[in-house]
């Protein structure tokens, strides 16, 4: 028998998990028997979603935020035009933006292109699960989504936000 409800959206999930608060040990077991569930319908875990697993875990929310500060400098310095440069910057640039957005070196090296979506609002999904993509534009124009000269234009072809 398959459930309607499932699977269920990881951003349902973190409502949840912020309108009910606990330990997060409590937390975690909340959501391990959530994929319990999901695994014995056959579906995807939405634990395994990124943003899931950066709110579960307020040490990995620190560290990723620091690699996302280290990868910022790199996104800007890789090709995007010419053969075979910008091909594989293009390529190198999704695996940094996975990197950065919590997915798993182990998960990224298990990834074929039907896996990646890109949604029509620009969101990419990984396995279903939309990733965060919001760093690219706040850490590769400095602080606050602003330029680094403060003109609020980043010179950068990776972020165009100016707010």
Known sequence: MQCSILPADPATILDFLVANPATEFTQVRRVSAINWVHRHHGQPEPGAAPAIREA?????????????????????RLPESGWPGGLFGRRDAALVLFAGAGVSFEQISRLHREQVRVDVDGGVRVNGHRIDTDWVRTTACGISRHSPDGSGVCQSNICTSTG
């Open 56 to 76: 579960l875990g307020k040490s990995r929310a620190h560290r990723l935020a620091e690699l996302r500060l280290r990868l910022a400098p790199i996104l800007r």
